[in-house]
């Protein structure tokens, strides 16, 4: 699908923002260092404004908590070229997960001690000094099974970053797993005491407890959705006011159900 397709669809939704990422989004593109260019951010950045849509957030997710430094230094040459030119597509964040020690990005008990931890520390504050230059910021989303995997965890990160410009993607349904979905209240609001004035935008889907007692993640406004989306919306407007909510996990087919229950939501928050 060309840019300028893509830009419509997301458009006739009645949507006015989205986050880009050029290896999904652009046929052709692959992933290697030195392919980001002002001239390609420009045309992304005209595709979405032609429609009225702006590009929240860029994502470069990498593994940061890769032990093969080889390996996350490549990706760390992607994740700052982002960085460097986020104001040419016309965006102000660069957002990433904290990964896994292991490659394919699968949990590993390892994940939640504090070498990893000091791994992704050191190689956020790394991203930020390049941010700081660029007048951009570093998004990172906090997930349970990864690095960064908690609302005290996320806290910690950004005390340890040193940067303002390292900022968070708050995604409730990503703090929450088949354990401890039924504290997701305690959750939420222990997120927006900690970080709360430094969420720069928001993900919105749900998720499931299948009847087998496994935890899925789908679409908002999925039947049996779980996630307390009255206290996400309220919390996220009062602290956040005009904040980006982007949909996660839709499809074609779901996209216009998700959309006017996420709205319907927001309104009744």
Not at 156 to 161: F, G, V
Request: net charge negative.
């Amino acid at each position: 699908m060309q840019l300028d397709e893509l830009a419509k669809r997301i458009a006739s939704h009645g949507l006015c923002a989205a986050q880009f990422a050029a290896v999904k989004s652009i046929p052709g593109f692959d992933s290697d260092a030195g392919r980001v260019n002002p001239g390609l951010a420009a045309y992304a950045r005209e595709a979405f404004r032609a429609e009225g849509v702006s590009i929240a957030v860029l994502g470069c997710y990498i593994n940061l908590g890769s032990p093969d430094e080889a390996d996350a230094r490549f990706h760390m040459g992607r994740f700052k070229e982002y960085l460097r030119h986020a104001r040419d597509f016309g965006c102000g964040m660069v957002g990433t997960e904290t990964g896994s020690v292991r490659a394919d990005f699968a949990f590993h008990p390892d994940n939640h001690g504090e070498a990893a931890f000091q791994r992704v520390v050191a190689r956020v504050r790394e991203l930020a000094r390049v941010a700081e230059r660029s007048g951009v910021f570093v998004a990172v989303e906090g997930v349970a099974s990864f690095v960064v995997n908690s609302p005290r965890r996320i806290r910690r990160l950004l005390d340890e970053a040193g940067s303002d410009n390292v900022q968070i993607i708050f995604d409730p349904v990503n703090l929450v797993n088949a354990d401890n979905w039924r504290e997701q209240d305690a959750i939420i609001e222990e997120s927006f005491a900690l970080f709360g004035e430094r969420m720069a935008a928001f993900h919105a889907k749900d998720f499931i407890i299948t009847p087998e007692g496994k935890y899925k993640q789908v679409a908002a406004g999925t039947a049996g959705g779980l996630l307390h989306y009255p206290l996400f919306f309220k919390l996220a407007k009062e602290r956040r006011p005009f904040g980006y909510v982007l949909l996660e996990d839709t499809t074609p087919e779901t996209l216009a159900g998700t959309v006017a229950f996420a709205r319907d939501a927001w309104e009744r928050a």
